[in-house]
């Protein structure tokens, strides 16, 4: 079956970090370019972060030096690593690839 499942989200201050995950299953996700999104509430979904797979990444302007997309073959998943978070960070994070969307991973940074 596949699917794409987020992981890693929480509650943190601002300044804080979190890393998200989003594992594959069902096919190998490092052969597909993979997009990273969010939607904080009562706003449209906005796109993040992308890494091809070729390992090229970018970055929403708001978050260049602050956000880090990597990859692990082992694990078949796509990493967002997110440092000196801001209250407007706080959103739902999603990720996609190949067609599929994951179900989506909270993130609240709020003192």
């Known amino acids: 079956q596949v699917a794409l499942v987020e992981s890693g989200g929480g509650l943190v201050q601002p300044g804080g970090s979190l890393t998200l995950s989003c594992s594959a299953s069902?096919?190998?996700?490092?052969?597909?370019?993979v997009n990273w999104y969010r939607q904080a509430p009562g706003k449209e979904r906005e796109w993040v972060a992308f890494?091809?797979?070729?390992?090229?990444?970018t970055n929403l302007d708001s978050v260049k030096g602050r956000f880090t997309v990597s990859r692990s073959l082992a694990n078949n998943s796509v990493y967002l690593q997110m440092k000196n978070l801001k209250v407007e960070d706080t959103g739902v994070y999603f990720c996609?690839?190949?067609?599929?969307w994951g179900q989506g991973t909270q993130v609240t940074v709020s003192l």
């Open positions: 996609t690839a190949h067609g599929y």
């Open positions: 069902g096919f190998t996700l490092n052969n597909y370019s």
């Open positions: 890494a091809n797979f070729a390992g090229s990444t």
